[in-house]
């Protein structure tokens, strides 16, 4: 007597679920540690200015006695992806790139001396230089547009004796007790202090969290969302702020009951675009996109997305649209939204696979992302702005790829209140009609990823 069971096998996003066949007590196999570390990951994909270049990380587990973390390497290619080279190396991680404004540099996050900083490096050649020195670690960042300074996000170091206790093994503590906020400093690249290091100063001195935060085009403003604390519900009320670099005036662009997060300047500085939620805010609700101007005003809001949750991504380059990418039954689309209030576009109409980690270029000409689907691992993919024209870039995943995997269709039912929905079915691998096999459930929408094992 045999008997069926299922395994799930996790590639990038998707969840494969092949069927084994194994004799009773006999053990079930999964994938060894070295299997699973042949997996790889594409997490940023970013065009350079000009469009003539792109920039990808790839993502690999390290698992050892000793070791149990993912590892990024950044990757250097043509955009038509030939002639790739790595860009970093080593068993440290290296990730987040983003191109200088003249496209010369790369700056990116690494943890090669214990903490993240921020280092840059030139495509002539050389080493990395190290711009930060931070006693915690930097999270995300920009370049200023015109290429003289860097905005990055910090989180607040523990007290001194915080940390000893820390250090120490006594760091048990009172959950919420110590908030650490986020916080908005500055880094001047190619300038140095007395002590030989990167000039660099704080930027946002208020007790509140920083969330997101974008560059006017004059490089003159930074304007940035903020709650209250980093806890997650303070996250919902999110309010938008503007503050000059060189005075750190600080204005209020929007402070409703909403919450209001995400803001992007438009690429002649004169609007804000940035995600507004339902008022009084509802969670998880609708939410929108709303146009205010940078000197404060009446926002006006955009055409509503069809699923009503757009993610706002970037404005277009005659500064007439913006794109934004939403939940589309089992997919992901790219919607453009005019701000004449005119319909939304849906801009990757046509697109059979899961689109995300998208990025568009400093001259808003590229798109960067990922594509993937039940059968296909994630690799970089880049398109014109213009029109979805997806062209592969990278092949990571090549050996995995050419594996044989098990069949997954999409499949469509009425709910009780005749509502459609959509979910994707995976056979077994080697899948024989008219024999039954046990079925693992994995809904999703709340709570998600709680998965069911159902009898055959």
Avoid at 313 to 338: F, P, R
Avoid at 363 to 380: C, D, H, I, M, Y
């Amino acid at each position: 007597m045999r008997r069926q069971l299922l395994t799930a096998i996790f590639i990038t996003s998707q969840v494969i679920l092949h069927a084994q066949t194994v004799a009773p007590n006999q053990p079930i196999t999964y994938w060894s540690p070295e299997q699973c570390m042949k997996l790889k990951n594409i997490t940023s994909v970013r065009v350079s200015p000009d469009g003539s270049k792109v920039l990808y990380t790839v993502r690999q587990a390290v698992m050892s006695e000793d070791r149990s973390e993912y590892v990024n390497q950044i990757f250097l290619a043509n955009i038509d992806g030939t002639n790739t080279i790595p860009l970093t190396q080593g068993d440290k991680n290296n990730s987040n790139p983003k191109w200088s404004p003249d496209g010369s540099r790369v700056a990116f996050v690494s943890n090669r001396d214990g903490k993240n900083n921020l280092y840059t490096i030139s495509l002539r050649g050389g080493d990395a230089d190290k711009v930060t020195d931070v006693k915690t670690g930097v999270g995300n960042f920009s370049w200023s547009p015109d290429g003289k300074m860097i905005a990055y996000l910090m989180t607040d170091a523990l007290a001194d004796n915080d940390e000893k206790k820390k250090k120490g093994k006594d760091d048990w503590y009172y959950y919420d007790e110590v908030v650490l906020q986020n916080r908005l400093y500055l880094v001047w690249p190619g300038e140095t202090d007395s002590a030989g290091k990167k000039r660099s100063a704080p930027l946002t001195t208020e007790n509140w969290n920083v969330i997101s935060f974008d560059w006017s085009p004059d490089s003159r403003w930074i304007v940035y969302s903020h709650g209250k604390t980093p806890m997650a519900n303070d996250g919902q009320y999110a309010d938008i702020s503007e503050i000059n670099i060189s005075t750190k005036e600080t204005k209020t662009i929007a402070n409703t009951p909403a919450g209001e997060s995400d803001p992007l300047f438009s690429p002649d500085g004169k609007f804000i675009a940035y995600v507004c939620s339902e008022s009084p805010v509802v969670w998880p609700g609708k939410t929108f996109i709303d146009i205010v101007p940078a000197e404060g005003g009446t926002p006006k809001r955009l055409s509503p997305t069809p699923n009503d949750q757009p993610a706002i991504l970037s404005w277009s380059q005659d500064g007439t649209h913006i794109y934004v990418a939403e939940s589309n039954k089992t997919l992901m689309s790219v919607y453009l939204l005019g701000l004449d209030g005119s319909e939304n576009n849906e801009w990757s109409r046509g697109c059979n696979d899961l689109a995300g980690t998208f990025s568009m270029n400093d001259t808003r000409t590229f798109w960067g992302f990922v594509l993937q689907n039940t059968s296909k691992p994630g690799e970089a993919f880049i398109s014109n702005a213009s029109t979805f024209s997806p062209v592969k870039i990278s092949d990571i995943n090549e050996a995995i790829a050419r594996n044989p995997v098990p069949k997954t269709e999409l499949i469509k039912w009425k709910s009780s209140d005749g509502k459609e929905i959509e979910a994707l079915l995976t056979y077994p691998l080697n899948y024989q009609q008219g024999k039954k096999y046990p079925l693992i459930l994995n809904p999703h929408g709340g709570p998600a990823g709680t998965p069911l094992l159902c009898k055959a």
